[in-house]
């Protein structure tokens, strides 16, 4: 089972760009990237996934470096409300499996 | 409308009893997992069906026994609860077809058992 690092925790101040690194450096070649967060033990809630090429959506852009061994969750504009636990998991291959880390929690400072 | 729906959403209880969590997903999702997130909010599967067929069983104790009627639910019963049971345990539910399955979780029962 591929597995992945974050750091425990960070601060972002609010309006900057928040830059949530991940490394997965067991990934192998078929394994998604999937980042979710958790408000305030609420149910962890998707933001975006990727298998190698960058991905953007509504909510966050991710960088996957070319050799996949880790990615980076970038939220653009910090808000007060982003602050959350945020996990960077790989699903298991073949399987509907996630492992879930220990994430790193933001806090987004006014 | 709630996409993935848990009752109750807290539940106190006392060692030794039997309980049960339901869960109700209207994604129209084939696929449906249990998790458990401990006090230290390590998340961790538990179970996964789908379309009502178990395929995944992590080490739980078989005191836990998910039972799923039909794709849009999935409950969890739990015999003879412990103290160490204690924890939000979480529903989600996924499409199984599609590189994406991307998971939409329930928000949460806090089961605490004294």
């Known amino acids: 089972d591929a597995k992945t690092t974050q750091p425990t925790s960070m601060d972002c101040a609010e309006g900057r760009a928040a830059n949530l690194p991940c490394n997965h450096s067991t990934i192998s070649g078929n394994e998604y990237v999937y980042w979710y967060r958790q408000i305030h033990s609420q149910g962890p809630q998707y933001i975006i996934h990727?298998?190698?090429n960058n991905e953007t959506n509504e909510m966050a852009s991710l960088i996957i470096t070319e050799d996949r061994k880790s990615s980076t969750l970038i939220l653009p504009h910090a808000t007060l409300r982003d602050t959350a636990v945020y996990y960077c998991?790989?699903?298991?291959?073949?399987?509907?499996?996630?492992?879930f880390g220990t994430g790193t929690r933001l806090k987004v400072l006014a | 409308d709630t996409a993935v729906s848990q009752t109750p959403k807290y539940l106190v209880t006392q060692m030794g009893n039997d309980k049960s969590i339901k869960c109700e997903q209207n994604?129209?999702?084939?696929?449906m997992y249990w998790y458990k997130q401990d006090s230290k909010k390590f998340l961790k599967i538990m179970f996964s069906y789908n379309n009502k067929e178990l395929i995944i069983n992590e080490t739980v104790p078989n005191r836990f026994s998910p039972k799923s009627p039909d794709k849009a639910h999935l409950n969890l019963h739990i015999n003879s609860l412990e103290l160490g049971d204690s924890a939000v345990y979480f529903c989600a539910s996924a499409a199984a077809s599609g590189s994406r399955n991307t998971q939409y979780f329930g928000p949460g029962t806090r089961l605490t058992v004294l």
């Open positions: 994604l129209g999702h084939d696929t």
């Open positions: 990727g298998l190698k």
């Open positions: 998991i790989v699903r298991v291959s073949g399987t509907y499996k996630y492992i």
